[in-house]
């Protein structure tokens, strides 16, 4: 029965990596900063961020933010004034290569602490777990252990799929290393990621 509800949950947990999100905004958005090691730290810190909801979804925590209105609306807030804010700094950018990539990530807003903070502190992706991964499980079978099982393969197909971004990202690098396109990129992420923390913080 696992392995039948297993072929149901790929295709869609598939479905739902590809869609373009907040976090993948950000891997961008770090890439035209910092270059590809201060985009690979940002993945790192979605998959982190990621593997955190993934077990207080199983544990039964994010049920518990689900049904908290206060707790719920205050991680909103704060997770879109960070993505606004994300936003904000890119379009205020001039397009100069920062030197992220060459000293240690000491700001909350590049590499693995913005990955990381762009998921935690957003609690739709709690809730999503919370609502997606159960559906999939057999009637009969532990909740737990088999939300656990498949929220570590949506983990999985995830760094697969910011693994061959950043593969691919060879030829976008050599492309941006004109200022212009880079400010022209910057500020196209910028509009995007503050439309994601409005959004966010507008949404019940």
């Known amino acids: 029965m696992v392995l039948v509800s297993l072929l149901t949950f790929l295709p869609a947990a598939v479905l739902v ?10 891997v961008l958005r770090n890439l035209v900063r910092g270059g590809r090691r201060v985009a690979a730290l940002t993945v790192g810190g979605v998959l982190s961020g990621l593997a955190v909801w993934v077990v207080t979804a199983a544990l039964g925590v ?14 909103r807030i704060v997770g879109a004034t960070y993505l606004i804010y994300l936003g904000i700094r890119s379009l205020r950018s001039r397009g100069e ?4 990539s060459a000293v240690p990530i000491r700001s909350f807003r590049s590499g693995y602490p913005a990955g990381l903070l762009t998921d935690l502190l957003n609690p739709k992706v709690g809730v999503f777990f ?3 991964l159960p559906g999939f499980v057999p009637h009969g079978d532990p909740v737990g252990p088999v939300s ?3 929220g570590a393969i949506f983990v999985l197909l995830t760094a697969a799929y910011f693994t061959v971004l950043l593969t691919a990202s060879g030829p976008i690098t050599r492309w941006l290393a004109t200022t212009r396109i880079r400010r022209r990129i910057e500020r196209c992420t910028g509009v995007v990621l503050v439309g994601f923390g409005i959004r966010l913080a507008l949404e019940s």
């Not at 990596?17 to 950000?26: A, F, K, R, S």
């Not at 290569?97 to 992220?100: A, H, P, Q, R, Y």
């Open 148 to 150: 656990l099982l498949f």
């Open 130 to 132: 919370v609502t997606f």
């Open 62 to 75: 994010s049920a518990v933010l689900r049904t908290s209105h206060d707790g719920y609306l205050a991680l």
């Open 97 to 100: 290569v920062t030197d992220e």
């Open 17 to 26: 990596v590809l869609l373009p999100g907040p976090d993948t905004m950000v």
